[in-house]
């Protein structure tokens, strides 16, 4: 039980209070320095993510050979008749091709003739309705129906439906089953057509209408065609209208025979440039952020405050101090600063490319000036654009080359000589990715910044260290205030006797 200076008209809690400031001040610098090492391991997982996004996402695509390696086609003459699309593996060159004939697709349909059918009809009526209205005849001893479908080679389809359900939903189930067909109906005239989603020499047929259902539309089939084309003089033919010759991806549009399509495959400078373009910008960024970390300024005044400091300020007043407790934790660290040190490292140094040492600067692309702190630079674009328009493949190399190296340790380092620069790169972000997750436990792969720490790195263990440091000081200063308190309500209660005493002392007299 605690007497707060009943008898001695002292304030005993502000007294108290006063004490444990500075018995707490010990604990103050215990969650100044778990505070300090949580911000500085934040500041960490922004960077990792950063660095993780480069290697894992940005330097893959920029990989890819349609990236890097772009090709174009442009077509003259007849522009209609034909669409082409050039991949990566193009051959650069030109081709002619001429349209004979398009594939087609085999179909069931109903005739031209108005019997053909069954009339106009409300298709979302029942089976059973049409049946009964005359529009349609059919046997069904359960009330299922069911006909078969065979689109080419492939399998006989199965299809059932119900008396019970509409027509609409009979179009439905053909085109959801597995015959790889579309059906439509025609709802004003009652006509039917079942069209086979694949082109190409096949043919398409009912091989089971036991019901007599399908026989209603009065269906007769067509058999799909192969298209016939003119590739450079040679006749061939392709069973779809959309096919990949010497790496174009070509369509055909419509019948040209007599006229001629010229395809013309080239680099795709202006995307290549780009792709180069878009590279520097996120190397620079991500080498920009690690470098603003590593040169921010430290104010060794501004530590973490504590929560009797914050209830003293304004929510602004908060947030200015605690901006500048956070600046320049990570100053000159020596995981960021040897990342940086190696990915300079990797753009400026030679590539060998069959035997030839190739670099960035030979494109026109320069580290520009001092203080940017190796930020890459395109210093001519007409130079870059000339050694791709020169030698695509060299530039592609310079970028994207795997190195033939077996020794892992020689194959990783951020100078191997037939290395090109993604690769380097990817190297560098690997080691530096492992070794901050050793010392902070930020994810290896993640790019979330929810994703959580792994508690046994080197900062985990620190932490856990401190937490028990902080549980323990907290649990004596508990035992150290409940101590106060007992010698002061010690103190009452001897004044309180002494008082007693007085007052029955003058009352004999």
Do not use: C
Request: aromatic share 6%; no cysteine; net charge neutral.
């Amino acid at each position: 039980m605690r007497i707060s200076g009943l008898v001695s008209g002292l304030d005993i809690d502000a007294m108290v209070s006063k004490l444990m400031e500075a018995e707490r001040a010990p604990l103050n610098r215990l969650n100044q320095k778990k505070t300090t090492l949580e911000w500085k391991r934040e500041q960490y997982r922004d960077l990792n993510i950063k660095m993780v996004d480069m290697r894992s996402n940005k330097l893959f695509n920029y990989g890819l050979s349609t990236s890097i390696n772009a090709k174009k086609a442009t077509i003259t003459g007849n522009t209609s008749a034909v669409s082409a699309k050039a991949t990566s593996v193009a051959n650069v060159g030109n081709m002619t091709i001429e349209v004979e004939k398009l594939a087609t697709a085999a179909i069931l349909k109903s005739g031209n003739a108005s019997t053909d059918g069954i009339g106009a009809v409300d298709a979302s009526k029942t089976l059973a309705d049409l049946k009964a209205e005359g529009k349609l005849n059919y046997t069904t001893g359960d009330g299922t129906i069911s006909f078969k479908l065979q689109n080419g080679s492939a399998a006989e389809t199965t299809i059932t439906v119900n008396e019970t359900d509409s027509l609409a939903s009979v179009v439905t189930a053909i085109n959801k089953s597995g015959a790889n067909v579309g059906a439509f109906l025609d709802s004003a005239s009652g006509k039917l057509s079942i069209t086979s989603k694949t082109t190409g020499l096949a043919s398409l047929a009912v091989t089971g209408d036991s019901a007599g259902f399908l026989a209603n539309f009065n269906l007769a089939g067509e058999d799909g065609a192969d298209a016939s084309v003119i590739i450079n003089g040679i006749k061939t033919t392709r069973s779809s209208n959309t096919f990949q010759e010497s790496g174009i991806d070509i369509t055909l549009n419509a019948e040209s025979l007599g006229t001629v399509s010229r395809i013309a495959v080239g680099t795709d400078t202006d995307h290549i440039v780009n792709t180069i373009k878009s590279f520097i910008t996120d190397y620079n960024d991500l080498l920009d952020s690690v470098n603003k970390k590593l040169n921010e300024e430290t104010y060794r005044n501004y530590n973490p405050l504590t929560s009797e400091q914050k209830e003293a300020m304004k929510e602004k007043e908060i947030e200015l101090w605690e901006e500048r407790a956070k600046s320049g934790l990570l100053r000159r660290d020596s995981t960021l600063t040897t990342m940086v040190d190696n990915i300079r490292l990797a753009t400026i140094s030679d590539v060998k490319i069959n035997g030839e040492s190739v670099n960035l600067t030979s494109l026109g692309i320069g580290t520009g000036k001092w203080y940017e702190k190796g930020k890459l630079v395109i210093e001519s674009e007409e130079k870059l654009r000339a050694a791709i328009e020169a030698d695509p493949d060299k530039v592609m190399a310079l970028f994207t080359q795997k190195s033939a190296e077996t020794d892992a340790k020689q194959k990783n380092l951020p100078t191997t000589p037939d290395s090109g620069l993604f690769q380097r790169l990817s190297n560098v972000l690997n080691s530096s990715i492992e070794d901050l997750a050793k010392k902070t436990g930020t994810s290896r792969y993640s790019i979330e910044k929810t994703e959580s720490f792994n508690a046994s790195s080197l900062m985990g263990e620190e932490l856990r260290l401190l937490n028990m440091k902080i549980s323990d000081m907290n649990s004596r200063l508990v035992l150290k205030e409940n101590r106060y308190y007992k010698q002061f309500t010690a103190m009452e209660k001897a004044m309180n006797r002494y008082s007693a005493q007085s007052s029955s002392l003058f009352g004999n007299m």
